[in-house]
T-cell receptor, first 111, second 113 residues
Framework: RKEVEQDPGPFNVPEGATVAFNCTYSNSASQSFFWYRQDCRKEPKLLMSVYSSGNEDGRFTAQLNRASQYISLLIRDSKLSDSATYLCVVIRSGGSYIPTFGRGTSLIVHP | EPEVTQTPSHQVTQMGQEVILRCVPISNHLYFYWYRQILGQKVEFLVSFYNNEISEKSEIFDDQFSVERPDGSNFTLKIRSTKLEDSAMYFC???????????FGPGTRLTVT
């Protein structure tokens, strides 16, 4: 089983739709969780941290389920500008911090 | 807003040559990282650096690679004897803590011919 797995998509949704992505991780020692956004041929940009209690930033909501070892990202009222690849990042700690990226989920928002 | 910067934006080199990729992390960040992303593939962790020494490295980061913080601001990745398969985008990142969110530079596109 891969350490961090994501459905590559693409998710093709109309403007205004709600879309959700999941990411599963295999290592129970994982400690920190993040969602990044990456536009084509650009650097990953930190979107939000993910906590067990869930966190919300405007139209974006992230959730961590430690028991089932997955994290989720919900985007409400999708905009054309949300079109990008969404990367799940898991950092495990064994004394040091080792980050692992998922392959990303592609989102295309169309008019 | 502070940001991570990287130079050059694009480097073309011949197989067998050495290259040095440069990064200036965000000034109050303590952890520094190098990643690579081969076109169409996922972002791969190479190395992390903390307190002037390597903190973690992946199996990709073999003897061909080295990192250095030559002064208080720069963080460099040296690739010796480049191979065709080293062609990729190389990203530098920094964070305030080891488990904290990382901020990425715009990357250096390395092309080995």
């Amino acid at each position: 089983r891969k350490e961090v797995e994501q459905d590559p998509g693409p998710f093709n949704v109309p403007e205004g739709a709600t879309v959700a992505f999941n990411c599963t991780y295999s290592n129970s020692a994982s400690q920190s969780f993040f969602w990044y956004r990456q536009d084509c041929r650009k650097e990953p940009k930190l979107l939000m941290s993910v906590y067990s209690s869930g966190n919300e930033d405007g139209r974006f909501t992230a959730q961590l389920n430690r028991a089932s070892q997955y994290i989720s990202l919900l985007i409400r009222d999708s905009k054309l500008s949300d079109s990008a690849t969404y990367l799940c990042v898991v950092i495990r700690s064994g004394g040091s911090y080792i980050p692992t990226f998922g392959r990303g989920t592609s989102l295309i928002v169309h008019p | 807003e502070p940001e991570v910067t990287q130079t050059p934006s694009h480097q073309v080199t011949q197989m067998g040559q050495e290259v040095i990729l440069r990064c200036v992390p965000i000034s109050n960040h303590l952890y520094f990282y190098w990643y690579r992303q081969i076109l169409g593939q996922k972002v791969e962790f190479l190395v992390s650096f903390y307190n002037n020494e390597i903190s973690e490295k992946s199996e990709i980061f073999d003897d061909q690679f080295s990192v250095e913080r030559p002064d208080g601001s720069n963080f460099t990745l040296k690739i010796r004897s480049t191979k065709l398969e080293d062609s990729a985008m190389y990203f530098c990142a920094s964070s305030v803590g080891g488990g904290a969110g990382q901020y990425f530079g715009p990357g250096t596109r390395l092309t080995v011919t």
